[in-house]
């Protein structure tokens, strides 16, 4: 046998917590099976299932060892999500692979966390033709757009799946048989009209770019705001320490000082807000942004 | 051996009737296969599934529960294996140091009933608080060690470990990896024996650890370690790969992959267990070779017992004694061990990763708990469960968390050392106080220590996946059985201040926990709303944000909920926040913190 044959297939399976990614790679793994193939597909539990990233390494071929695919040897990267096929693809191997995404972006409260004026969030800024110029073959698609409009979101993965059938030599009978198995008997027909869609959408050419997947850019366009300078004056006279500025303010910037005035403690996180200075009863806060003069150039 | 249960399927043949199992699966079928008559254990990532597979096979065939720790869970296979059943216990690698007492002890007694030990330890942390060798346990309570590397060995080693532990007379230990217990691969399974059960055997001396029975028990221990030795080394579980060259590899269990998908042509030696040491095969193999490298993931166990026989072992000078191995880390060992070349450490992409951490689900009964424990500025004791997550932003309030049961008696330490002057809260999940956190609230009233226990009952063991305890009044096969009344339990215990307090009420959740704090002594708040997963997920009606009057204050977004986001609208340059109706369940915590009434139920 020689060595490229002996060389089992690496397809790595990425997304969020909650979308499916296990079941994907369980139809895969069947199907491998179902042809003959010894399998091997690996996932881990645990944490990741609370809203993190979730991956699942599938290998088929003669004969597997390694559960996990090493860096660069990917033939195909298929991510549930935006960012999280970002953040895996140096697993694909640079020369053949083929990186398969849904544009549906899942932004987690933690890139939200520059609440300065201006400030946004923390999401993948490369553009999907950024990453397609890069890639050896690959696909762009709305597959969660495709699934809503088939009539049920969770179809998004069959349509993957119909993208990914184009990167493998699996007859798509064998594909629809083995999906007809894993997905709840009710939607089987919107499951498979899914993998139609997302095979012929796939088969229609290489590197392409959902138009709607647009809405990726969004992420690095920079709404211009002026920034500002905030000063906070607290007039202590009129300060009764009742603690609702202290309770209620989102930055957690300010509190009780020893004798039971407010103070503003973390005056770095201040985003000046002006929240303290609407809730405070005895009109004891007042907040003031003034623009910044920017430096002529 | 004893290999009569044993059929081999070498790779490459014919399987009709393989499927791909998990390791977990695996090692719950090899022993349903081997006659496993009760099996026991405390949930534990990644063990949790050996159990839950377990329950699945028909109730005639076997008892299999839910036990409420793993020393509890040990203790219930060695009544059985007393009564002449075969039996199992599984746990994650620290569930081991929970039952380590138990085994001590019943490494000198040896069993009747065959007895496995299934430990699942977790190389990499993906989902504990550290990463112990389970190997080192094993040595330490003298007790085999078998190390599957696939599903396939999992089934069969877990199967003739029943067989090893009837034969010479000791619990056997199965270890699995994460890697193995969550990884699918190609199985052929085979059919159930039935054991006949032994007779009770009345022997005292061999059965009641009293001093003058150990000290007779130990020497046949010692003895049985030899005669394990021996019997190892003619095992057909061990694997020879021939190769050319005077460079051999030494491995065992998942390294075993990784080594066989980095080196061609060098002679492998996959040992069937990790401890005690087959000395006479190690010997044989080691005949002619000049450098021995061995490739064992965490601690160098098999390595420093090569050493200790004076052979030329090396491993941990290549191979990490940390982290998970992986294909990257078995090719850059054999790089600097000379055998390969390094591979090049080039990255065609450039792109900068967004950090997704783990996140209390949306809904999540935990999110109130936290954010008043952060109002409350107190010191928190922490404990282990979904709710440890609030350890970061935007939630961050737990200041310390040790291991299962540890945060009620931290709290009382904290306490007596009368050096804070902030109150003194325990944070603990009901499946956790159900496994440990009873001994030591009792320990608090006895000693009246000034603390508050916040019980965080969300009826569910959540953290792995949802599995039912003795407060959920359901087994593991989803019987009905009795159900524990934490409020009556606690009372029980002489705390004199208990309140259960609604998760899903801000408020009122502020003003219990304020008023427990002022209380002196132990005070306990019982928080009371089931987990949004499990048993059933919850999905209610979602709430929305009103961009019209939504002030960007950014008060939700400090729940840390994952329905909400930034919308693309601004107020004042900040971004407005908006809310996914797929994820959202409509618990209204985020309504409770608006400061300018803008989120509504959305209208159907």
Request: negative net charge; contains cysteine; proline residues 6%.
């Amino acid at each position: 046998m020689s060595e490229a044959m002996e060389r089992p297939k690496n397809v790595l399976i990425v997304g969020v917590g909650g979308q499916g990614v296990i079941m994907v790679s369980k139809v895969l793994a069947q199907l491998s099976l179902n042809h003959g193939h010894d399998v091997k597909q690996s996932e881990v539990h645990g944490m990741a299932k609370r809203g993190g990233g979730v991956f699942s390494h599938v290998r088929f071929g003669p004969e597997v060892w390694s559960p996990t695919i090493a860096e660069g040897e990917a033939d195909v990267v298929v991510a549930l999500e935006w960012a999280e096929g970002l953040r895996w693809i140096n697993y694909l191997n640079p020369e053949t692979g083929t990186f398969i995404a849904d544009c549906q972006r899942i932004v987690p409260p933690f890139a939200c966390r520059n609440r300065f004026r201006g400030g946004e969030a923390a999401y993948a800024p490369e553009t999907p033709e950024e990453i397609m110029e890069q890639v050896h073959a690959g696909y762009v698609l709305d597959a969660t757009g495709m699934a809503e409009r088939l009539g049920n979101l969770r179809a998004a993965n069959t349509v993957l799946l119909g993208a990914l059938s184009t990167a493998l030599d699996f007859p798509e009978d064998d594909w629809l048989e083995v999906i007809g198995h894993f997905v709840p008997p009710n939607t089987i027909d919107i499951n498979i009209a899914g993998f139609r869609e997302g095979r012929e959408w796939a088969l229609a050419g290489n590197k392409r770019v959902a138009e709607n997947a647009a809405g990726l850019h969004q992420s690095h366009v920079v709404i211009h705001q002026d920034r500002v300078t905030t000063t906070v004056e607290i007039t202590e006279e009129w300060c009764k320490g009742c603690d609702i500025c202290v309770k209620l303010c989102p930055e957690r910037c300010l509190r009780l000082n020893d004798r039971l005035v407010a103070e503003l403690a973390l005056p770095d996180l201040c985003t000046g807000c002006r929240m303290c200075e609407w809730l405070c009863p005895d009109f004891a806060i007042a907040i003031t942004n003034t623009p910044v003069r920017e430096a002529a150039e | 051996m004893n290999q009569q249960a044993t059929v081999a399927v070498e790779k490459g043949e014919a399987r009709p009737k393989s499927r791909p199992l998990t390791g977990n699966e695996a090692i719950a079928r090899g022993a349903w296969e081997a006659g496993v008559k009760v099996a026991a254990a405390y949930p534990g990532t990644p063990s949790t599934e050996i159990m839950e597979t377990l329950g699945r096979y028909p109730a005639a065939d076997l008892h299999a529960q839910w036990s409420t720790n793993e020393k509890t869970a040990l203790d219930v296979a060695i009544g059985a294996s007393f009564s002449g059943v075969r039996a199992l216990a599984s746990m994650k690698h620290v569930g081991l140091n929970v039952a380590a007492d138990a085994l001590m002890s019943f490494s000198y007694i040896g069993v009747n009933g065959g007895l496995v030990i299934a430990v699942c330890d977790d190389p990499g942390i993906h989902s504990s608080q550290n990463e112990q060798d389970s190997r080192i346990f094993a040595g330490f309570a003298r007790v085999p060690v078998l190390e599957p590397a696939d599903g396939q060995e999992a089934l069969e080693y877990t199967r003739i470990a029943f067989d090893m532990s009837e034969e010479f007379d000791t619990p056997v230990m199965v270890r699995a990896t994460t890697r193995l217990s969550h990884t699918r691969s190609t199985v052929t399974p085979g059919e159930r024996i039935e054991v006949a059960p032994r007779p009770f055997t009345e022997s005292p001396a061999k059965n009641v650890m009293i001093p003058a029975h150990a000290r007779l028990r130990h020497p046949e221990v010692l003895k049985r370690e030899d005669m394990l030795k021996e019997a190892l080394s003619k095992s057909p579980l061990n694997r020879i790969d021939p190769g050319e060259g005077r460079v051999g590899v030494i491995t065992a269990g998942m390294a075993y992959g990784y080594v066989r998908e980095t080196l061609r042509n060098v002679p492998v030696l996959k040992l069937a267990a990790s401890y005690p040491l087959a000395e006479d095969l190690v010997r044989d193999f080691a005949e002619g070779l000049d450098r021995i490298i061995v490739v064992e993931e965490l601690e160098p166990v098999i390595e420093n017992a090569l050493l200790v026989m004076g052979l030329p072992a090396e491993g941990k000078a290549f191979f990490p004694r940390m982290g998970e191995f992986s294909p990257e880390v078995i090719r850059d060992g054999f790089a600097r061990a000379g055998l390969i070349e390094a591979r090049s450490g080039d990255r065609p992409y450039n792109v900068a990763p967004m950090p997704r951490p783990p996140v209390l689900c949306a809904g999540c009964p935990h999110t109130s708990c936290f954010m008043a424990l952060r109002a409350l500025d107190a010191r928190v004791a922490g404990d282990i469960g979904c709710y440890t997550l609030s350890v970061v932003e935007p939630l961050k309030s737990m200041d310390t968390c040790v291991s299962m049961g540890s945060s009620i008696a931290n709290a009382v330490g904290m306490a007596k050392a009368g050096t804070h002057t902030k109150p003194i809260i325990a944070t603990i999940g009901d499946s956790t106080f159900l496994h440990s956190g009873i001994p030591p609230l009792i320990d608090a009233v006895y000693n009246n220590a000034d603390i508050t226990v916040f019980l965080l009952d969300n009826h569910i063991t959540a953290m792995t996946g949802g599995q039912d305890h003795p407060a959920t009044g359901k087994t593991l096969r989803g019987e009905d059985t009795a159900r524990v009344d934490f409020e009556k339990l606690i009372r029980a215990l002489g705390v004199e201040f208990v309140e259960v307090t609604d998760s899903y009420d801000m408020a009122s959740m502020y003003r219990t926990l304020r008023e427990a704090v002022d209380h002196k002594g132990v005070s306990v708040v019982i928080s009371n709303r089931p987990c949004v997963l499990d048993p059933v997920k919850i999905k209610g009606p979602p709430m929305v944000v009103d961009q019209s009057k939504c002030v960007a204050c950014q008060s939700c977004m400090n729940l840390g909920c994952p329905a909400l986001t930034w919308s693309s609208e601004y107020f004042e340059g900040r971004h407005k926040v908006a809310i996914d109706p797929q994820a959202c369940i409509g618990c209204t915590l985020c309504a409770q913190v608006c400061s300018s009434d803008s989120i509504v139920p959305a209208k159907a």
